[in-house]
Each structure stands twice: as C-alpha cells, then as structure tokens.
T-cell receptor, first 114, second 112 residues
C-alpha cells in the first residue's frame, strides 16, 4: 500500500464516453498532481493542486478536467478523448512548499481510448 | 531554469554485473535529489534521496547514489544487478520548494 490509491487500474473508453479517474491519499499531504505517461515519452505534468487550489495547468486540452474537492481527493474527468490520449495516468501527492520529501505516487490508471 | 538530464535512454547489463545510471542537474544552489524506480505498468517508487550531509546515500534494494557538487551529478549505482531490477529509473531534483523536476528516465534491461 503506497498511501496513494488510484481507481480504476484499467479503463477502456470510446471517444464519445465520459469517465473519471480518481486518486485518494491518506498521507496528510496538501499538494496533488496528475501526470501523463505515454509509451517511450517522458513524464508529462498535467495539473498541480496545492492547498486545494489549482496552481499549474500545463497546456492540457480542455477534454481533461481536474477537480480537487479536498486535500485528500483528486479527480480527472475525461470526455471526448482521442486515441492519442491512451496512456498511463499517474497521480502523486506531496507536502506543499516543503522541500526534501519528494512525491508519493499511485500505481496509475492505464487508459485505452478506442 | 532547473533541469535534469539522464543521458542514457536505455542500458542493458548482464545479471550480476555492476550498474551505474547517470544523472546531471542544473540548479543554482544545492538541490534535494531523488531517484525513483518504475516497474512496467506501475507507479514510481522512491529508491533514495539526497537531502544534505554525507554525499553517498544508501537506498532500498541495494542501490546507492553519490552527489558530486563539482560535476552537478547524482549517479545511481548497484554492485550486482538482479533480473528483478529491470525497470525504468528516474532522477529528480527539488528546488527546495517541494516541486520535483524529473529527468526523461533510463530504461534498464537485464540479460540472463
């Protein structure tokens, strides 16, 4: 148990579907992150929430919509995705503005868009 | 701007051989440094970190890393690689504000 739980582990969705990815952490952290990891590509930081406020949005298409209702939960709402959005989506958490502790990652959601 | 470079995209070593994965960073002050490992289809797991003090740090699974300020490097080493070490390895730097910048990763393959 890593302390960061992502559900579902696998998701197959059509391009017209709407689905959500969920991330939950029980570490008392107050910053949460969404990363996209495509095959043979570096980690791409998508969104950062610090103290429940979105502080970073790295030019992510609007078909991805994050939500952070409290410091323990993070969602990524998906709609009208494209096949190139198929990837491993990783959630991470950390203690905001406190250096030296790193991030704790979840196991990821493997998303396939058909 | 801060950056992390892992010069080797893919490395293959024989089981039982020694391993060194390279990491160079660009940062004005002494950063906090991390190595993470990712098995296929899994999240990233922290192997070790450098915070301050002794420049040789020990981590889990028999890994160690050495911080060399003069070379802006934080290379990961293991004396004898096991087949289960096959994975992707990421170096990361923390700007002391809690935000990590990751390298592109090095994929390690282990030959029997």
């Amino acid at each position: 148990e890593t302390g960061v739980t992502q559900t579902p582990r696998h998701l197959v969705m059509g391009m017209t579907n709407k689905k959500s990815l969920k991330c939950e952490q029980h570490l008392g952290h107050n910053a949460m992150y969404w990363y996209k990891q495509s095959a043979k590509k570096p980690l791409e930081l998508m969104f950062v929430y610090s103290l429940e406020e979105r502080v970073e949005n790295n030019s992510v298409p609007s078909r991805f919509s994050p939500e952070c209702p409290n410091s323990s939960h993070l969602f990524l709402h998906l709609h009208t995705l494209q096949p190139e959005d198929s990837a491993l989506y990783l959630c991470a958490s950390s203690q905001a503005r406190t250096g030296g502790y790193g991030y704790t990652f979840g196991s990821g959601t493997r998303l396939t868009v058909v | 701007a801060q950056s992390v470079t892992q010069p080797d995209i893919h490395i293959t070593v024989s089981e039982g051989a020694s391993l060194e994965l390279r990491c160079n960073y660009s940062y004005g002050a002494t950063p906090y440094l991390f190595w993470y490992v990712q098995s296929p289809g899994q999240g990233l797991q922290l192997l070790l970190k450098y915070f301050s003090g002794d420049t040789l740090v020990q981590g889990i699974k028999g890994f160690e890393a050495e911080f060399k300020r003069s070379q802006s490097s934080f290379n990961l080493r293991k004396p004898s690689v096991h087949w289960s070490d096959a994975a992707e390895y990421f170096c990361a730097v923390d700007n002391q504000g809690g935000k990590l910048i990751f390298g592109q990763g090095t994929e390690l393959s282990v030959k029997p």
